[in-house]
């Protein structure tokens, strides 16, 4: 008999304590759970700094500068105002690194048809996906520390027409 009891006391210690270790899991797990939430920049923004790009079939942008200022959330939206397909006639905007050889990148985006012409590296500060005539898109990125950065569209023979600077204040 005394066994016995010994035996169900030792049973009820064991379900205690293995059942507080229970609850201390899950409180950590809540805790950490908290702490992975992250802050979203929101978007419309009165603080965002638009900028609006427009491109053509005749392989130009419409701006070779564009000036913003360090810190700021661009807001950028490319036009594609001609008529010929992304095939043909397929413009992007791709923000490039400082320090980064924009004739090699160039180069390098040639090989990447199948990406779009978005060569596999991490030189480009921002880019958009490739438009054909007519098409639209913007995208958002944090302006990067002062300085001047170059952008070009990446669309086989276009660089050399297609390219500006984004001069960060
Ligand atoms: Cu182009």
């Given at each position: 008999m005394?066994?016995?009891?010994?035996?169900?006391?030792?049973?009820?210690?064991?379900?205690?304590c293995s059942g507080g270790e229970k609850k201390?899991?899950?409180?950590?797990?809540k805790y950490e759970r908290i702490k992975e939430v992250s802050e979203k920049i929101p978007i419309n923004n009165p603080n965002d700094f638009k900028v609006i790009l427009n491109s053509?079939?005749?392989?130009?942008?419409?701006?070779?500068?564009?000036?913003?200022n360090s810190g700021k959330n661009i807001?950028?939206?490319?036009?594609?105002?001609?008529?010929v397909s992304k095939e043909f006639m397929g413009h992007n905007f791709v923000l490039l690194k400082k320090g980064v050889n924009v004739d090699e990148y160039a180069k390098k985006a040639v090989l990447a048809k199948s990406n779009d012409y978005i060569p596999n590296s991490d030189e480009a500060i921002a880019y958009t996906k490739m438009?054909?005539?007519?098409?639209?898109?913007?995208?958002?990125?944090?302006?990067?520390?002062?300085?001047?950065y170059n952008y070009i569209c990446t669309f086989p023979g276009h660089y050399m027409m297609m390219r500006g600077e984004l001069i960060v204040n």
């Open positions: 005394k066994n016995l009891i010994l035996f169900v006391f030792s049973i009820l210690l064991i379900i205690s201390e899991k899950k409180e950590k797990f053509f079939d005749n392989m130009i942008y419409d701006k070779n500068k564009i000036e913003v807001v950028l939206t490319l036009n594609h105002k001609g008529k438009l054909g005539g007519g098409e639209s898109t913007t995208i958002s990125f944090l302006a990067p520390e002062p300085g001047t």
